[in-house]
T-cell receptor, first 112, second 113 residues
């Protein structure tokens, strides 16, 4: 069982470019999440989805968008990347929103 | 706004010691609290989840307790091993729709052989 996979593992991106971070889970979990982790700021929720077809905003949603067309996939899109979006991005899932969260290995993104 | 703190920020102990990591939160209206470990450059691994109605959870050498009224949780690690070296994070969920899951800054643990 793979759990949660994220792609790419790392990426260097020029400012202004569009980028989609991919997240796929094989646990048939209903809820999925995107976090960013920054030194000194910890982990912060960007967007979440409680079930396929629905999404919601977390603590730091500006500059990011998500979609949840099916249960397994939850891509995160940066429409026009800025240097402040340099971070490590983690995707997570849980069976339902109040249950245990499982994390993917992360994507290290550098915006230059 | 919910705030989560963890003390100490870093801890170094000799192998075999029992230790306690602390997590505090400002709003006691939580649905659950979860403890994770994170190895350098890796994702988070779930250790224990305590629902708001529970007082503690145990898994192997780990025991987590929850005192909602005082806004505190502790993670007890028995007979520490060098493989326990990692950063330990706690996180609280303050609603059951998943949009308010707040993490603490973590405690960096080093277990010396």
């Amino acid at each position: 069982i793979a759990g949660i996979t994220q792609a790419p593992t790392s990426q260097i991106l020029a400012a202004g470019r569009r980028m989609t971070l991919r997240c796929t889970q094989d646990m048939r979990h209903n809820a999925m999440y995107w976090y960013r982790q920054d030194l000194g700021l910890g982990l912060r929720l960007i967007h979440y989805s409680n079930t396929a077809g629905t999404t919601g905003k977390g603590e730091v949603p500006d500059g990011y968008s998500v979609s949840r067309a099916n249960t397994d996939d939850f891509p995160l899109t940066l429409a026009s990347a800025v240097p402040s979006q340099t971070s490590v991005y983690f995707c997570a899932s849980s069976e339902v929103a109040e249950y245990e969260q499982y994390f993917g290995p992360g994507t290290r993104l550098t915006v230059t | 706004k919910q705030e989560v703190t963890q003390i100490p920020a870093a801890l170094s102990v000799p192998e075999g010691e029992n230790l306690v990591l602390n997590c505090s939160f400002t709003d006691s209206a939580i649905y659950n609290l979860q403890w994770f470990r994170q190895d350098p450059g890796k994702g988070l691994t779930s250790l224990l989840l305590i629902q708001s109605s529970q007082r503690e959870q145990t898994s192997g050498r780990l025991n987590a307790s929850l005192d909602k009224s005082s806004g505190r949780s502790t993670l007890y690690i028995a007979a520490s091993q060098p493989g326990d070296s990692a950063t330990y994070l706690c996180a609280v969920m303050t609603d059951n729709y998943g949009q308010n899951f707040v993490f603490g800054p973590g405690t960096r643990l080093s277990v010396l052989p």
